[in-house]
């Protein structure tokens, strides 16, 4: 059963293959808008995050992708 997290920008979190980095931006494709904190209950449809992970810039799309969060921001 997926577990409901609420995700912020600031926020640092985990997803496959040992990969993990630091949210800067949510966005929600649906609406095309960005947000500061999206409640996440597992079903990741229509998200994207935007994660820095100290060498790249990524956007994951987070349908059917497991992550978890490593630290909240400061």
């Not at 820095?52 to 992550?67: F, H």
Request: hydrophobic share 30%.
């Amino acid at each position: 059963m997926p577990q409901e997290i609420i995700l912020r920008v600031g926020d640092t979190i985990g997803y496959p293959k040992g990969q993990k980095g630091l949210i800067e931006k949510i966005r929600i494709i649906s609406s095309g808008k960005c947000v500061e904190e999206y409640v996440y209950k597992g079903n990741g449809k229509n998200l994207v995050l935007t994660l820095k992970d100290g060498r790249s810039t990524t956007n994951l799309w987070v349908k059917d992708t497991p992550i978890y969060k490593i630290a909240e921001r400061q």
